[in-house]
């Protein structure tokens, strides 16, 4: 009897979850398929906005360490390019941080097919990759992103990062985390100005 009854239950519950999946597996044609795809991989006005953003660039950045602190201070330089025939965003930085030369590389894209954002930052002070995801104003000129990192001594710090293009000559970077889910505090603020 227990085995019957726990059949029966076992199939309620699946069987509702079987009939959702295949509502999504609908059969579409090889042909409107390789359409789908072609469409997904065309550049659109997103990757046209970052194309605007390609040259060279000086940086202000600051640093908070600790809230109501005066923040450090120091410049860089940035250089952006496009890559895969215009469909993602590729930055090096070079610059100071927390008093120490600091290099780092950013890979911007927005991916057609999930309608998101994202971003992938590689740099001098760390052998991780850190991936963000996020979505964008009306107007596609502030970018909001979202990410986390395991931290040294354990634990996840979340971030949370808004990146506001101002015009072609003029973007600014506002990074704000939180350690170990505590309350949330900025942390950094890059402004970028175009080379003359």
């Keep these: 009897m227990r085995i019957i009854t726990f059949t029966i239950i076992s199939l309620l519950i699946v069987s509702p979850v079987l009939a959702k999946e295949k509502k999504h597996d609908k059969h579409i044609e090889p042909q409107a398929m390789m359409e789908r795809w072609k469409q997904a991989a065309m550049p659109g006005e997103p990757h046209k906005l970052f194309a605007t953003l390609v040259g060279s660039w000086t940086t202000a950045t600051k640093e908070w360490m600790e809230p109501n602190k005066p923040p450090i201070e120091s410049t860089g330089t940035a250089e952006s390019k496009m890559l895969m025939d215009g469909r993602f965003l ?6 100071q941080m927390m008093g120490q030369p600091f290099t780092g590389m950013s890979i911007a894209a927005y991916d057609n097919l999930r309608q998101k954002y994202v ?38 710090m979340t971030h949370r990062a808004i990146w506001k293009i101002a015009d072609n ?15 949330e505090m900025k942390m950094m603020e890059i402004a970028y100005t175009r080379k003359e």
């Design 90 to 95: 590729q930055q090096e930085f070079h610059g």
């Design 119 to 156: 971003t992938v930052w590689v740099d001098t002070r760390g052998t991780g990759v850190f991936i963000m995801e996020g979505t964008a104003s009306a107007d596609g000129k502030t970018i909001t992103l979202r990410g986390s990192h395991a931290e040294p001594g354990g634990g996840t």
């Design 169 to 183: 000559n003029h973007q600014l970077v506002e990074m704000y985390g939180a350690h170990h889910g505590r309350k």
